[in-house]
T-cell receptor
Framework: EDQVTQSPEALRLQEGESSSLNCSYT??????LFWYRQDPGKGPEFLFT???AGEEKEKERLKATLTKKESFLHITAPKPEDSATYLC??????????????FGQGTTLQVKP | DGGITQSPKYLFRKEGQNVTLSCEQN?????MYWYRQDPGQGLRLIYY???????QKGDIAEGYSVSREKKESFPLTVTSAQKNPTAFYLC???????????????FGPGTRLTVL
């Protein structure tokens, strides 16, 4: 069964304290892995798409990496405005052309000033 | 500005009522999706549509219905058969973005439905 697991569930950091969020996946062939940011009461905001192992993408203080079993979202010198829930989702080759995404439960990040 | 709009932002339903959630996109995307989000759970797929006049059930379609008469619109009806409808509902759309066909989905702002 295709599955996505994110860890930790919650993470508290001091401003400037770098860390990483993990997304482990088990799918029947990966078509793509997606990272989203979600603020309370709002829809997810797209961050990155990764397609193959070894791929990396960066945006401001965020860097996403991908291996054959997991993805990391590295946050460098975070600021309070980076506080949000970060969602990971995968699209499996077994989904055909449906575009179906399998989501993890998310990691809620709190950055204190 | 291109994007996805959902309305209303908040919706209250009485027992036995059907309610319809609106989703409109001007991104010219072919595919549209409805998800449900509950606290402590990942997003779960309710229905999706790859093309106008066609849609498919997702993982939790029972108690919901949809239509896709226009490319831009994908309304979701929560029927009285849905026993636990209180949740945050998210609409998304996508177009082919990757060389291997992986589709990035973009989300609307969501509708919070509460059963009174």
């Amino acid at each position: 069964e295709d599955q996505v697991t994110q860890s930790p569930e919650a993470l508290r950091l001091q401003e400037g304290e770098s860390s990483s969020l993990n997304c482990s996946y088990t799918v029947s062939g990966l078509r793509g892995l997606f990272w989203y940011r979600q603020d309370p009461g709002k829809g997810p905001e797209f961050l990155f798409t990764l397609y193959s192992a070894g791929e990396e993408k960066e945006k401001e203080r965020l860097k996403a990496t991908l291996t054959k079993k997991e993805s990391f979202l590295h946050i460098t010198a975070p600021k309070p405005e980076d506080s949000a829930t970060y969602l990971c989702a995968v699209q499996a080759r077994g989904s055909g052309n449906t575009g179906k995404l399998i989501f993890g439960q998310g990691t809620t990040l709190q950055v204190k000033p | 500005d291109g994007g996805i709009t959902q309305s209303p932002k908040y919706l209250f339903r009485k027992e036995g009522q059907n309610v319809t959630l609106s989703c409109e996109q001007n991104l010219n995307h072919d595919a549209m999706y409805w998800y449900r989000q509950d606290p402590g759970q990942g997003l779960r797929l309710i229905y999706y549509s790859q093309i106008v006049n066609d849609f498919q059930k997702g993982d939790i379609a029972e108690g919901y219905s949809v239509s896709r008469e226009k490319k831009e619109s994908f309304p979701l009806t929560v029927t009285s058969a849905q026993k636990n409808p209180t949740a945050f509902y998210l609409c998304a759309s996508s177009g082919t973005s990757g060389g291997n066909g992986a589709d990035t989905q973009y989300f609307g702002p969501g509708t919070r439905l509460t059963v009174l």
